[in-house]
Nanobody, 113 residues
């Protein structure tokens, strides 16, 4: 089973950038789909972006054109490059791997206006 640990969150001003990383304890090569989700208090966890083993990506409309998801199977790591950040992007970001229905513990992203 894969264990996931997110990192790279922090405080940033609107318009700034952050890159989140999701490091896996095991291989993610066999994971057909990996994804980033986010959640704010009182809101349901929402899909931000997803990537297949073939490299096909999908994004939430709210982040399309600003965020880029990628994966490096050799390093067992998934990334989320976040540019042009907005205050509404403030949330705890979680990585997800379909293998074992695995979730990370989340990393806080706070965007100030």
């Amino acid at each position: 089973q894969v264990q996931l640990v997110e990192s790279g969150g922090g405080l940033v001003q609107a318009g700034g950038s952050l890159r989140l990383s999701c490091a896996a304890s095991g291989s993610i090569f066999s994971n057909k789909v990996m994804a980033w989700y986010r959640q704010t208090p009182g809101k349901e966890r929402e899909l931000v972006a997803a990537i297949s083993s073939a490299g096909t990506t999908t994004y939430a409309d709210s982040v399309k054109g600003r965020f880029t998801i990628s994966r490096d199977n050799a390093k067992n790591t998934m990334y989320l490059q976040m540019n042009s950040l907005k205050p509404e992007d403030t949330a705890v970001y979680y990585c997800y791997a379909i293998s074992g229905n695995s979730w990370g513990q989340g990393t806080q992203v706070t965007v100030s206006s």
